[in-house]
């Protein structure tokens, strides 16, 4: 597993654009037909920290789970989907 920095976030916004910014990463991952799995515990670990309410974060689990499934069946543009739906609801202030 590769050796990941995390900014320490101070407040819930920075840990929203940390997640931001770090699914942007894994986006261009993909784009670059790069394997972005192991940085997805990262952003799995940033959702936990969000104050979402039950239905956004099962929302945002359920997108980061399909993309790992999606990308185990090398379906990359699935997965690329899943993830910047997951991004465009965490940058605009929600999971959902």
Same mark, same amino acid.
Request: charged content about 25%; aromatic content about 4%; cysteine-free.
């Given at each position: 597993?590769?050796?990941?920095?995390?900014? #320490?976030? #101070? #407040?819930?916004?920075?840990?929203?654009?940390?997640?931001?910014?770090?699914?942007?990463?894994?986006?261009?991952?993909?784009?670059?037909?790069?394997?972005?799995?192991?940085?997805?515990?990262?952003?799995?670990?940033?959702?936990?920290?969000?104050?979402?309410?039950?239905?956004?974060?099962?929302?945002?689990?359920?997108?980061?789970?399909?993309?790992?499934?999606?990308?185990?069946?090398?379906?990359?543009?699935?997965?690329?989907?899943?993830?910047?739906?997951?991004?465009?609801?965490?940058?605009?202030?929600?999971?959902?």
């Amino acid at each position: 597993m590769p050796t990941t920095l995390i900014r #320490t976030a #101070t #407040t819930i916004e920075d840990v929203r654009q940390e997640a931001v910014l770090k699914l942007a990463a894994v986006l261009q991952m993909l784009q670059r037909r790069n394997d972005p799995r192991d940085h997805l515990e990262t952003v799995r670990s940033l959702l936990e920290s969000l104050p979402l309410s039950t239905g956004e974060y099962g929302i945002a689990q359920n997108r980061l789970r399909n993309a790992e499934r999606y990308l185990r069946s090398q379906e990359h543009g699935a997965a690329r989907f899943e993830l910047q739906m997951l991004a465009g609801s965490l940058h605009n202030g929600s999971a959902m």
